[in-house]
RNA sequence: GCGGGUGUAGCUUAAUGGUAAAGCUCCAGCCUUCCAAGCUGGUCAUGCGGGUUCGAUUCCCGCCACCCGCUCCA
């Protein structure tokens, strides 16, 4: 179906039609980073709206919420990602693989934890007598490179007295911190979620091809809070519903699957990992990760409790995390502040969570690219966006037919009246048929378009995107036929 | 970060050590009563910086960005 075979194809796509820029392209671009155009804001907004209706709307037992992206720092530490997220790395001269130096330093098969940076830094590893993973080679490596991975920012103006943060490098954590106020607030029991939509920001190694990896990204997560006993049943209930998101959404099932992860691969919070991945079309065919619903267990609201307790040693080191232990769980950990009592077992216990993460911007490639068409009408090419009507960024355009004998103001009225309810398009240049491609570039599901009998008898032709059919609809009756339609 | 490749108009391509060409798109107008028709006119380009040269888009160097592979992937 779709003739995109390349990642240039996509780009140029994207960028021809006004869906994705490179970002600060007049100065020659800025690596990793993208813009938006006019189609493709609507687009990922589309993305999120279907998003937020299905995970928090349409449910009874998920609220949302929107935390900043600056949080305290003790908040990285205790979720793991302020030791963790910092590594030393050599790479070999010979086979230019990259290696973990604390992996090198210990000759380690095994996986083993993150180490501070700072540590590793004192560590002054010696290297020369280290075998190259890759390739064998002995002591051939390149002086060990630190790489942070959080971003870095300050707050305060005044340089001497300003304090050093991240940009949250996951939405997740706003969630567990604030899930002592959502308790409070809004008298929700377990099993329930709370729903966060936002940036989040990872100094990558390495970028990747397009936008499937970059350091700024938008992310939509949900946390749902169960009891422990329950989290394998709701792990299973959201991957289902996670994967039939995509579909209902109109992505090809070909082009889905969910692939579970292994146990050596799964996250240090991870009891089970199952990541939605779709097929894009290019380069090696593969299977690239939309989104990844994980059981994060206990950890992070264990982790905080111990984060809350660290909050005097914050303070007596002035803010240095690097000289900070996190402080040990309290003995009856399952009765802090971070734990849910249960009215009627009239138990006490720190729930487990269920997390589904999504990547708005992969998922929205993923609906552009999976919606792309080009077939033969009447020996002329057509190209055409076939996007689920919840995700057209434009629902409905309107044409006259010509330009003159009054069918213009008519159009423009009928537009004017549909965009209370959708984004509607007026466009009344050049041959109709002509308006009617251009809408089906940008995936348009419907064009209405006013002619001479629309005078006489108050009709008007509707012309589908897909099938290029046309009925005569009662203009009084347009708006109702439409938002059924359009489900809107 | 390594290796390889690429960079000319919005897109697809052309050409050249000496005025950068075309098609499509787009814009204005004419004509047009249902699927990219036609006519006229118009806008828009050698990624950035340096070197060689009388003259560089072309040759050389550096940078930036993108693509492929390696690597990474919480």
Same mark, same amino acid.
């Given at each position: ?23 600060? %392209? ?20 589309? /993305? ?53 130096? &604390?992996?090198?330093? %210990? ?53 001497? &007295?300003? @304090? ?12 567990? /911190? ?17 729903? =966060?939509?936002? !940036?989040?920001?990872?100094? %990558? ?10 350091? $700024? ?9 169960? *009891?422990?006993?329950? &989290? ?11 994967? =039939? ?19 050596? $691969? ?12 779709? #097929? ?7 299977? *690239? ?15 905080? *409790?111990?984060? @809350? ?24 950990? $399952? ?10 077992? #009239? ?21 552009? /690219? ?9 020996? *002329? !090419? ?17 044409? +006259? ?37 251009? =809408?089906?570039?940008?995936?348009? +599901? ?6 001479? =009998?629309?005078?006489? &008898? ?31």
């Amino acid at each position: 179906m779709a003739k995109i075979t390349k990642l240039d194809d996509i780009v140029s796509l994207c960028k021809r039609r006004g869906f994705i820029f490179q970002s600060s %392209e007049i100065y020659g671009g800025l690596a990793s980073c993208y813009d938006y155009g006019p189609l493709g804001v609507e687009l990922k907004s589309n /993305v999120r709206k279907a998003w937020w209706k299905s995970v928090v709307q349409m449910r009874d037992d998920v609220v949302g919420v929107d935390c900043s992206i600056l949080m305290h720092p003790l908040v990285w530490k205790a979720s793991g990602h302020a030791d963790k997220f910092a590594d030393l790395i050599a790479e070999c001269k010979k086979c230019n693989v990259r290696t973990r130096v &604390d992996h090198l330093a %210990e000759n380690a098969e095994e996986h083993t934890e993150h180490i501070s940076l700072d540590i590793a830094e004192a560590a002054e590893y010696d290297l020369s007598n280290k075998v190259c993973p890759g390739c064998g080679k002995i002591g051939q490596f390149t002086e060990p490179m630190p790489f942070k991975l959080m971003f870095e920012t300050q707050m305060g103006a005044n340089v001497d &007295d300003s @304090m050093m943060l991240y940009l949250r490098p996951e939405t997740a954590q706003g969630i567990f /911190v604030n899930f002592r106020n959502v308790l409070d607030s809004t008298r929700v029991k377990i099993p329930f979620g709370i729903a =966060q939509i936002g !940036k989040s920001f990872r100094n %990558e190694v390495t970028t990747k091809a397009f936008i499937f990896r970059t350091r $700024e990204f938008e992310q939509a997560e949900l946390e749902f809070f169960c *009891q422990p006993g329950t &989290d394998d049943d709701w792990w299973h209930t959201w991957k289902d519903l996670r994967f =039939q998101w995509y579909i209902d959404l109109g992505i090809k099932k070909e082009n889905l699957r969910l692939r579970d992860h292994a146990g050596d $691969e799964l996250a240090h919070y991870a009891k089970a990992c199952v990541d939605v991945e779709y #097929k894009f079309p290019f380069g090696s065919g593969d299977w *690239q990760e939309l989104e990844g619903i994980a059981n994060r267990t206990d950890y992070d609201l264990r982790q905080h *409790q111990r984060g @809350m307790r660290t909050l005097n040693k914050w303070y007596e080191t002035k803010g240095d995390l690097t000289k900070i232990d996190l402080s040990d769980e309290a003995e009856d950990y $399952e009765k802090g502040p971070l734990s849910y009592f249960d009215e009627e077992q #009239k138990k006490r216990f720190i729930p487990y969570v269920i997390e589904p993460s999504a990547g708005i911007d992969r998922s929205t490639l993923a609906f552009l /690219v999976d919606a792309y068409d080009e077939e033969e009408v009447k020996g *002329q !090419k057509r190209n055409l966006l076939r996007f689920h009507p919840a995700l057209a960024p434009i629902k409905a355009a309107v044409f +006259p037919l010509v330009k003159k004998d009054g069918l213009p103001e008519i159009a423009q009225n009928i537009c004017n009246d549909f965009k209370k309810y959708f984004n509607c398009f007026y466009d009344q240049k050049g041959a109709v048929g002509r308006r009617y491609r251009r =809408q089906d570039e940008a995936g348009t +599901p419907y064009c209405l378009t006013v002619d001479g =009998q629309t005078k006489e &008898d108050g009709t008007v032709t509707v012309r589908e995107r897909d099938s290029m059919e046309q009925e005569r609809i009662s203009t009084d009756k347009l708006l109702g036929y439409l938002r059924e339609k359009l489900d809107i």
